[in-house]
């Protein structure tokens, strides 16, 4: 098992999750418009989601785009 900080809170997951995979537990669909994800305060490109490993103790943040005004 591996502890990170997901948008702050502490969250255990198993090792070798991937970023894709934080998105799926987080209900964000891969494909869905709008969606950033910083590891470590390091912006991982879209295209890398499926391959980027979260390594234990990382800070991953999930930003999604909401239109207002």
């Excluded at 900080?5 to 709008?34: F, Y």
């Excluded at 912006?43 to 909401?66: F, K, M, N, Q, Y």
Aim: charged residues 25%; aromatic residues 2%; proline residues 6%.
């Amino acid at each position: 098992m591996t502890s990170i900080l997901l948008n702050g809170e502490p969250v255990t997951v198993d090792e070798g999750t991937t970023v894709e995979e934080l998105l799926d537990r987080l209900d964000v669909p891969p494909q869905a418009r709008g969606v950033a994800v910083a590891v470590d305060a390091e912006v991982v490109p879209r295209g890398a989601w499926s391959e980027h490993v979260v390594a234990d103790g990382a800070r991953v943040e999930v930003l999604t785009a909401i239109q207002g005004g």
